[in-house]
């Protein structure tokens, strides 16, 4: 029986079980895949408060090299959770913006701040430092 689904019966065979954990399993990997490494959060919490140039990405990001953003924003947009918009009004700028898809995202980030903040304190309590 995995931990996610308990409606797995407990006497089913075991290849049975391995495929069914492999079916909850690969889903969450998937999901860990896009918000893995250290700049995808702070990338999509900066483009939460609205579309942003790629200068001003770089000033809300402290730490984060040009060559490293644009690396990480190439990779989001091929991963469909942000577009480039390209306006060519007298001069051409470039804007980078969610997808509508990608907004599915903000519950899993609040829950992953929320047990940030619960197991810093637990941490802390237990006289442990991060």
């Known amino acids: 029986m995995t931990i ?13 079980r391995i495929l069914n954990c492999k079916k909850e399993v ?10 893995t490494g250290k700049w995808r959060i702070p990338i999509t919490i900066a483009l939460m408060e609205g579309n942003r140039r790629f200068s001003e990405i770089m000033k809300e990001i402290p730490k984060i090299t040009s060559k490293v953003l644009a ?3 190439k990779e989001m947009e091929l991963n469909g959770f942000v577009e480039k ?3 060519k009004d007298s001069v051409i700028r470039t804007e980078y913006e969610l997808t509508e898809y990608s907004w599915s995202i903000k519950p899993v980030i609040l829950a992953l701040r929320d047990f940030g903040i619960k197991h810093r304190e637990k941490l802390k309590q237990e006289g442990k430092v991060l």
């Not at 690969?26 to 918000?35: C, F, G, L």
């Open 71 to 73: 690396q990480q924003l």
């Open 4 to 16: 996610i689904d308990e409606n797995i019966p407990k006497g089913k065979n075991r290849q049975e």
């Open 26 to 35: 690969v889903p969450i990997m998937d999901a860990i895949y896009i918000i």
């Open 85 to 87: 918009k390209i306006y």
